[in-house]
């Protein structure tokens, strides 16, 4: 995974996808056109996480998230449907 960010044990990591197509989008939920987009955001914690996206969520439908903890470990999916 390029541009990982460097995590602290409790920090997760979430990274965002179109639904219709599956291409990942930037931290402005642009599609990734190039390997330096900052494609990452961090949380203190997962259920900081799941805040963020369930506010999100409530307001699109269009993108999906993956939660990755500090070792790159896919934690949770989530998909708006």
């Known amino acids: 995974?390029?541009?990982?960010?460097q995590?602290?044990?409790?920090?997760v990591a979430i990274l965002a996808a179109a639904t219709a197509t599956g291409h990942i989008v930037d931290i402005n939920f642009n599609t990734v056109t190039s390997n330096d987009s900052k494609i990452y955001r961090v949380f203190e914690s997962l259920d900081d996480a799941l805040f963020y996206i369930k506010?999100?969520?409530?307001?699109?439908?269009d993108i999906e998230f993956l939660i990755y903890?500090?070792?790159k470990t896919l934690l949770k999916f989530v998909n708006p449907t």
Do not use: A, G
């Open 55 to 61: 506010s999100f969520l409530e307001k699109r439908s």
């Open 7 to 11: 995590l602290k044990k409790n920090q």
């Open 69 to 71: 903890d500090f070792k």
């Open 1 to 5: 995974m390029y541009n990982f960010p």
